[in-house]
């Protein structure tokens, strides 16, 4: 059997002098029926192997109930068909723009700021967590004849404390589950990052989008010797919502990888293909440089302005990658596979029923909590993803005072005896016109996803602090969720109290249809909402994520195996404010030429 080992003077395979030229590519940020195509894209562009995280609040939506463990395997056996090594990051925090960086909500919810520590409760999640994925990694090492070669501990732990005890801990329960291959740690190329981050015995790696000769420069200061890799080349970068595109130029990425490999180190393209982060999982971050100001939740798409694009198509940056790759590669290389089609021509959607959000609630939402002093956090809901409406009563009689919401997370639309008085935000809290009372208010607040970067990692969602009418509190809060993952059963719909659609403008749930021929040729659809506000929308029961006028994204990704040929069915829950009644499903973006 192979052996992968890491010396002192670099990566060996059964004993033969190997550099690792990985792509990441995170295997549910892409259907698992365009896996193939996508890894057959990495091995076209040059690479070798193929990097991919773990999410854990994915597959652990609630303690000890697991969903799909076994989707990491089937990916680690799609990339050894590649022809592709594997490295798995596992966390268990990812970061990766996806929500939470990768902690179930229920975690950060129990330990608070005691996650990514030593702490013995959270130790202990994060072990029978590891008990239920790791067998598939470590049937799949190389030693076992399987692709896997490195695997990771924690993920960039040194942008984020300093516990040598806890990094310990992560690096010996990956080997009591079986983890026989290299651990590694990456880390920013600065000191304090490198000190805190890495563990002495382990591979230390270096993560940078440029200026790879002085990185590696400051990596020897913390590693004489031992092989040189940069596990996160950024050669693009992830938007915000309500902030300008993001590109880097193509050309100059290029030369960024082709220093990389002229100082004689293993690189991972970090993305090679980002995809899309369907069913409202992306990440947020904080403004500033220490991430502790505004929200800034990520879009829905992780296209990253990556080689391959989010629709699978190479790009310019894909092609001058290549050619540097090729540089270094053992023979030619594969050819890329077909590049995927969209429709030719635009098909609509009319959306003909709609139900209002309180329908949609009863049919679909929670038990309503008993009313409590304080308002409920999403967390101590158990909501990771989706809205709760909040309801309180305004004593009277009293004069019009302002009303407003201390410790918003993240934005609320906000009802006053029925009418929509407007939407508050954590920033712009406060309702603009006073209210008097008795009134009854309504507040559905929606999470804009959890922050997965810096200190303020793991905050909770919903109404933090609580709902104000002057500076006095309103206690006596009822809350009711809507989770997005009561969408996921099916018939879900079924017991929703659909009307014919009237007009437009309201919130609620809206259904329509549309026909596609000759749908299985179809790779996939850019779906459009003109004049719609936000909220999510589905296909056929799949979720593609969060839409949102403020931009930057206007077009949300549709994989080709979730239409059908025939009838198609399209819900769109709209929680600000919708357009006219259709959506339009077209050919797509185009391909990104060099911009
Ligand atoms: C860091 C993290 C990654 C990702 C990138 C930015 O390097 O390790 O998970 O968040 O930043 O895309």
Not at 317 to 324: D, I, T, Y
Request: proline fraction near 8%; glycine fraction near 14%; hydrophobic fraction near 40%.
């Amino acid at each position: 059997m192979a052996d992968f080992t890491v010396g002192d003077d670099g990566f060996r395979i059964d004993g033969r002098p190997v550099r690792l030229l990985s792509g990441a590519l995170h295997y549910f940020r892409v259907h698992e029926a365009q896996w193939d195509h996508r890894l057959a894209m990495l091995r076209a562009m040059g690479l070798n192997c193929v990097e991919t995280y773990v999410p854990w609040n994915l597959h652990e939506p609630a303690p000890g109930r697991f969903r799909d463990v076994g989707a990491l395997g089937r990916f680690l056996d799609a990339a050894q068909r590649a022809g592709l090594w594997a490295i798995v990051r596992p966390g268990p925090y990812i970061c990766a723009e996806w929500e939470n960086g990768g902690l179930p909500a229920w975690v950060t919810g129990r330990f608070g700021r005691r996650v990514r520590t030593r702490d013995e409760d959270y130790l202990g999640a994060v072990r029978s967590w590891f008990a239920a994925l790791l067998p598939q990694v470590a049937e799949r090492q190389i030693g076992r004849g399987g692709p896997v070669i490195m695997v990771q501990a924690e993920n960039e732990y040194g942008s984020y404390g300093t516990d040598e005890v806890y990094l310990r801990r992560v690096a010996e329960m990956l080997g009591e589950c079986g983890v026989g291959v290299p651990l590694f740690t990456s880390d920013g190329p600065e000191d304090h990052m490198l000190t805190g981050g890495s563990v002495a015995g382990l591979l230390a790696t270096a993560n940078f989008g440029s200026g790879a000769r002085e990185a590696f420069r400051v990596l020897r200061r913390h590693r004489a010797t031992g092989p040189l890799m940069c596990m996160e080349f950024w050669c693009g970068w992830f938007e915000h919502w309500g902030a300008p595109p993001v590109v880097r130029d193509p050309a100059q990425a290029a030369g960024a990888l082709a220093e990389i490999l002229e100082c004689g180190a293993s690189v991972n393209v970090y993305m090679a293909h980002g995809g899309t982060n369907f069913a409202g999982w992306a990440g947020a971050n904080r403004s500033g440089p220490l991430q502790d100001g505004e929200l800034r939740p990520t879009v829905t798409s992780y296209d990253y302005d990556a080689p391959v694009d989010e629709y699978g198509r190479a790009t310019e940056k894909f092609r001058l990658f290549r050619e540097v790759l090729a540089g270094y590669a053992d023979g030619p290389l594969p050819e890329p596979p077909p590049e995927p089609v969209g429709p030719a021509a635009p098909v609509r959607a009319e959306l003909t029923e709609w139900a209002p959000l309180p329908a949609v609630l009863e049919a679909l939402g929670e038990e309503e909590s008993e009313e409590s002093g304080v308002p409920p956090t999403f967390e101590e809901l158990g909501v990771d993803r989706g809205l709760v409406r909040y309801r309180v009563a305004v004593p009277g009689p009293r004069r019009p005072y302002t009303l407003g919401v201390a410790g918003l997370r993240d934005r609320a639309v906000v009802y006053v005896d029925g009418e929509l008085r407007g939407v508050l935000s954590e920033e712009a809290a406060d309702l603009a016109e006073p209210v008097a009372g008795p009134a009854e208010v309504e507040l559905w607040v929606e999470s804009l996803g959890r922050v997965n970067y810096g200190p303020r990692l793991g905050e909770p969602k919903g109404i933090t602090g609580g709902v104000l009418h002057e500076r006095q509190y309103l206690h006596g809060v009822r809350a009711r969720a809507l989770r997005l993952d009561a969408f996921d059963e099916p018939g879900a719909v079924a017991g929703v109290a659909f009307a014919p659609v009237d007009g437009s403008g309201t919130t609620g749930l809206y259904r329509g249809a549309f026909e596609i021929a000759g749908a299985d040729g179809l790779d996939h659809a850019g779906l459009e909402l003109p004049g719609w506000t936000r909220g999510f929308v589905w296909v056929n029961g799949f979720c593609l994520g969060r839409y949102w006028s403020v931009g930057p994204q206007r077009t949300l990704y549709v994989p080709g195996p979730v239409l059908r040929e025939g009838a198609n069915e399209v819900w769109v829950l709209e929680t600000e404010g919708a357009g006219a009644p259709y959506v339009e499903l077209g050919p797509g973006l185009p391909v990104r030429a060099g911009r």
